[in-house]
């Protein structure tokens, strides 16, 4: 727990993922999941942001802007 109460983020690496790739990835899921417990997103963009959370925890960077 973290001392603003919410939960650590925890985000494991992928399978085959680089080092590099893998602080990219974890540090983009982090800001999203930030934003969103802060309620930083306007409904528009938080569906967006949530399309990319999705990509980023199942299939990386390679295949973000798919």
Known sequence: ???????????ERL?????S???VR???IAEIM???????FTPEVAERKER???HL???GL???SA
């Not at 727990?1 to 985000?11: A, L, T």
């Not at 399978?15 to 080092?19: A, M």
């Not at 930030?34 to 930083?40: A, I, L, N, S």
Request: net charge neutral; proline share 8%.
């Open 21 to 23: 790739a893998y602080g």
């Open 15 to 19: 399978p085959g993922e680089s080092p």
């Open 26 to 28: 974890s540090r983009l």
């Open 34 to 40: 930030t934003g969103f417990r802060m309620g930083r």
């Open 57 to 59: 925890q199942e299939f």
């Open 62 to 64: 390679e295949r973000l």
């Open 1 to 11: 727990m973290q001392s603003d109460g919410w939960p650590r983020i925890v985000c």
């Open 52 to 54: 990319e959370l999705i």
